[in-house]
């Protein structure tokens, strides 16, 4: 690729992200009419749709969900539902959507027999049937099947289910926002009809609660008589097992159960069994010093039990009152003196009273000691004995409290299973709603659907909107060229000019001189242009040969090379060659007769140069045509013949114009090419096809030939995007066919 060629492409890439308005503009107007009429034709079918269709009516309730506690009589476990929870709404919307209220409805207005909501006619179904069992029959290899009758209960029950799922269809429930309102629309096309369902539906809602909570009641005063019967039985018979309890081992039941004086008197014989332990060791420890000391009454009277006992401490007194008497008398009398005698025998009788005294204490504490070795072991033995009936008693304690419990247990369970039934059978005919009609429905005075005039308007404007489109999708999918920036970005080629399409009553070809009437200023000012473009592309050459082509018939190649002849003959000497050797058109259009010479005679020398020439006076144009169909025409336009011919008319002519075949028919176009200077490509508007454009251009360029540009042909103004750049442009100017 070339760097031109590329800087080109990039330019166009650029140019792409740019939104074109204008190009939007056109299009829509290109196929403004069609639209239209699409718009028009739509509307005009939903209209007639719309009118035939049968109005519906609907009609709504309001229901009013009151919050209450369910447990209005302290019964939790017999129903119990939150309505203060959020889902509790969406509950009772559930329910009334139900099949089951659907269903009491159907019933209750008998909707099963309204012809509304009957199932379709068998008469079609017949029909059918029918036709099927002929085919089987025709055909014998089919298996048979056994007809099967429905019975009248079978239909019934089918109309029955026809009518729920019908009415389920044709109702609505709404729940109001921030409210505890549900409100439930119905639909029919009867409006008395449709406030009868809404009005229903609410009242068998209502119905429905209050027969659930009578089921609810029922079913649970039937648990709890049957619970209670068993607990009965289950009380009695843990009550005959205590008492037997009680009659097999012979005991009383106290309050505190019947280990409790066994206990009492096992915790008092315990108390005195420390206690004559405490007095054991005391009387051991006093037993013990007296048996170490034997008979020494001195050491003995020094024991603090015998020293601070009062009876010691008694004769002690007197002992010291007796020395304190001798000691007194000692200092007045000797020793024989009678008062003297008398006193030391008071005092020897005193010292064997106090050693009497010892020894009696001594004889006490050991009857004492051996007392309280005794008193232990008797509390021991009572300890064990007691011990022994405790453990005992213990064991019958543990039975008799696993017997109590099982009474009390089911004592408890007995009394509550009353109480539950008790507060059941009070609340059995209390029936309170959870719901009120609000606002019931009443008949409505106007349809509310179809809306006709809505549904009419939406048609016109869907299909106004599809139409736009649907040109916008022909004109994507839309593959050939209409416009400069066609040319430009889709083939990459310079635009030489484009050439108006001529608007006549009948469908014929381009008048010949056209381009000389004023009538088609238009079309001669556009071929001006084109050969002033070509004029400046080529303005140093000399001498040209211009190769005008196309890439299938019927572009409008031929006119093209016989206007631009016309065009490039009011400057200098022209003359027009046609070597489309194949479908000769150049000779017919200026009626020239099929015996004149032409090219393939030149070129094939049985006739002269001046035998073939023929000169258009008006124009002023000389003129080749075909000549005789050749067999070979490739052959005579890729020969010496035809490139000293061509050469030769460069030399007296300032312009060659040569009119060949089409690209896509056969390669004459590229023969000829390698002896012109110029090669001009015809392009129909909005016809060719992108793809077949570049194949022939691109075979231009496989033989080193390039294109010198573009000429867009038959170009409708009125439609074209270019018609805002170029439609008003001749008219303003006033260009004629003669200026």
């Known amino acids: 690729m070339s760097i031109k060629m590329r800087d080109q492409l990039q330019a166009n890439i650029l140019d792409d992200e740019t939104i074109d308005f204008a190009h939007y503009w056109q299009v829509f107007k290109r196929y403004a009419g069609r639209i239209i009429v699409l718009a028009i034709l739509f509307t005009l079918l939903v209209a007639l749709v719309v009118m035939k269709m049968t109005p519906i009516y609907s009609a709504t309730a309001s229901l009013l969900i009151e919050s209450q506690p369910a447990n209005v009589m302290s019964i939790e476990e017999i129903y119990k539902s939150d309505t203060t929870r959020k889902d509790y709404m969406q509950t009772q919307y559930e329910i009334i959507q139900s099949r089951q209220v659907a269903s009491r409805a159907v019933d209750e207005l008998d909707l099963a027999n309204d012809p509304v909501f009957m199932p379709p006619s068998d008469g079609g179904i017949a029909i059918l049937n029918k036709a099927k069992n002929w085919i089987k029959s025709a055909i014998p290899f089919l298996p048979k099947q056994e007809k099967t009758e429905l019975t009248e209960e079978q239909r019934a029950d089918k109309r029955r289910q026809a009518a729920i799922n019908k009415l389920m269809r044709s109702i609505k429930v709404s729940l109001v926002d921030n409210t505890q309102v549900i409100e439930i629309t119905a639909i029919s096309d009867s409006p008395q009809l449709a406030a009868q369902i809404a009005n229903t539906m609410g009242d068998v809602y209502i119905e429905n609660y209050l027969q659930a909570k009578v089921d609810m009641t029922t079913k649970a005063t039937s648990f709890l008589t049957e619970s209670m019967d068993g607990l009965r039985d289950k009380l009695a018979e843990a009550e005959k097992k205590l008492s037997e309890f009680y009659e097999d081992n012979q005991l009383v039941n106290l309050s505190n ?133 405790y453990r005992k008693l213990s064991n019958l304690e543990n039975q008799r409290r696993a017997l109590q419990r099982d009474v009390d247990i089911n004592q408890q369970l007995y009394n509550s299973m009353f109480t539950r039934l008790k507060e059941t059978s009070e609340i059995g005919g209390f029936e309170s709603v959870n719901a009120r009609i609000l606002d019931p429905a009443v008949p409505p005075n106007n349809p509310t659907a179809p809306n006709k005039s809505l549904l009419i308007g939406a048609a016109l404007v869907v299909s ?72 400046l592309i080529n303005i140093e050459k000399q001498n040209q040969a211009i190769l005008v082509t196309s890439s299938v018939p019927k572009e409008g190649k031929t006119t093209v090379s016989i206007n631009l002849a016309f065009a490039l003959g009011q400057l200098d000497k022209t003359i027009l060659i046609d070597a489309d050797l194949r479908r000769p058109a150049v000779g017919k259009r200026f009626n020239v007769p099929n015996y004149q010479p032409g090219l393939s005679n030149l070129t094939m020398k049985t006739h002269s140069l001046d035998e073939c020439l023929v000169h258009d006076e008006q124009s002023g144009i000389d003129l080749i045509c075909a000549g005789s169909i050749p067999s070979n025409p490739q052959e005579l336009l890729a020969g010496d013949g035809f490139r000293a011919l061509i050469n030769y008319l460069k030399k007296h002519y300032k312009y060659v114009v040569v009119d060949t075949a089409p690209t896509q028919a056969v390669s004459d176009a590229m023969v000829v090419s390698k ?65």
């Open 675 to 739: 002896s012109c200077d110029s090669v001009i490509y015809v392009v129909r508007a909005d016809s060719t096809s992108e793809k077949m454009i570049k194949n022939g251009l691109g075979r231009f360029l496989q033989v080193g030939h390039r294109v010198d540009g573009v000429v867009l042909n038959q170009v409708d103004l009125r439609k074209s995007d270019v018609s805002e750049r170029y439609g008003g442009f001749y008219d303003q100017y006033g260009y004629n066919a003669h200026s």
């Open 464 to 535: 106004f909107g599809f139409g736009v489109l649907l040109a916008f999708v022909l004109e994507a999918l839309n593959s050939g060229v209409r416009s400069v920036d066609d040319v430009e970005k889709k083939l990459g080629q310079r635009m030489l000019g484009l050439i108006p399409i001529l608007v006549q009553k009948r469908k014929e070809d381009v008048p010949l001189r056209a381009f000389f009437d004023n009538k088609f200023h238009q079309f001669s000012e556009a071929v001006r242009t084109l050969r002033t473009s070509l004029s």
């Open 257 to 389: 159960g019947v280990v409790g004086l066994t206990a009492e008197e096992l915790e008092q014989l315990s108390d005195q069994l420390i206690d004559a332990q405490t007095t054991l060791k005391q009387n051991r420890t006093i037993y013990e010093q007296t048996q170490r000391n034997g008979a020494d009454y001195g050491a003995l009277a020094r024991l603090p039990e015998v020293l601070n006992h009062p009876n010691i401490q008694s004769v002690r007194r007197q002992e010291a009152a007796a020395l304190s008497r001798v000691s007194e008398l000692s200092k007045v009398y000797g020793a024989k003196h009678p008062q003297m005698v008398a006193a030391n025998a008071e005092l020897a009788s005193v010292r064997d009273t106090l050693q009497t005294q010892i020894r009696d204490l001594i004889s006490s504490i050991t009857t004492q000691f051996r007392a309280a070795q005794e008193r232990v072991a008797t509390l021991q033995e009572e300890v064990s004995t007691v011990k022994a009936e």
